[in-house]
């Protein structure tokens, strides 16, 4: 749940954040909302993955897998 709840609140910071950065530069609210909802989107989900891959990563860490002996 806590993941889920991170995740959330990420993309809505992120939507702001490229709303608002979209328009600054076009100023034509229109590409701003397109760019703002694109990209937030693509990114969550490279977020989620990136979250993922690190815990798949501590995973391995905390249970090394030792090779057999020769």
Known sequence: MRFAMKTLTYATMH????VAVAWVLTRDWRI???VGLV??????????????????ADRRA?????????
């Open 15 to 18: 939507l702001t954040v490229a």
């Open 39 to 56: 990209e937030p989107l693509v990114q969550t989900v490279a977020f989620t993955l990136h979250e993922r891959a690190w815990a798949k």
């Open 62 to 70: 905390s249970n090394p897998v030792i090779p057999a002996a020769a």
């Open 32 to 34: 701003a909302l397109a």
